[in-house]
Each structure stands twice: as C-alpha cells, then as structure tokens.
C-alpha cells in the first residue's frame, strides 16, 4: 500500500501577510498551476481513494486530481489544519 499526504496548492492566505487573511480562501492562479500538475502526476498513481478535508483549497485542489484519476473526493470533515493557511 501507497499513501499520498499532499498538502493543498498554494491558497490566497498563503500569499498574502498574515493580518488580511481570509477564512476559507480560493487556490490563487500558481495554485491552480500547481493542483493541475499534481493531477497529472497523480493521474499515473493508480489510486483507489482520493480524501480531502471540507476546506475549498483542498477541495479545488482534490478537483485537480480527480479529473485524471475519476476518483471522486471522500470529505472528511475532522481533516483540517488550525491557522487558516
């Protein structure tokens, strides 16, 4: 068994200074880029489970990845970091 912790794309708190965070931010432009090239990578991986937590960035992230994979992602709802990042 193989198993894959990725963290999100990058999401606009992580581009911007701490005191204009937002909670529950989009993936920016380069985050989008960058979830388009995990999908593709992860599109050869062979999975069988795609999880994200409920947060949008991980969930357009998981998107990404699902659009190669088909998988269609399991939200687990006690997945998530603290800080909002």
């Known amino acids: 068994m193989k198993l894959f912790l990725i963290r999100h794309a ?3 708190n ?6 204009q965070r937002i909670e529950d931010p989009p993936i920016t432009d380069l985050g989008h880029r960058q979830a388009a090239a995990l ?8 999975l069988t489970h795609l999880v994200a937590s409920p947060f949008r960035r991980s969930l357009q992230t998981a998107e990404y990845v699902h ?6 992602p399991e939200v687990w709802v006690d997945l998530h970091e603290q800080g909002g990042c």
Not at 39 to 46: I, K, L, N, S, V
Not at 67 to 72: F, H, Q, S
């Open 14 to 19: 992580n581009a911007l200074p701490e005191h």
């Open 67 to 72: 659009r190669t994979t088909g998988l269609v």
């Open 39 to 46: 999908g593709q990578w992860m599109g050869t991986a062979r």
């Open 10 to 12: 990058q999401s606009a």
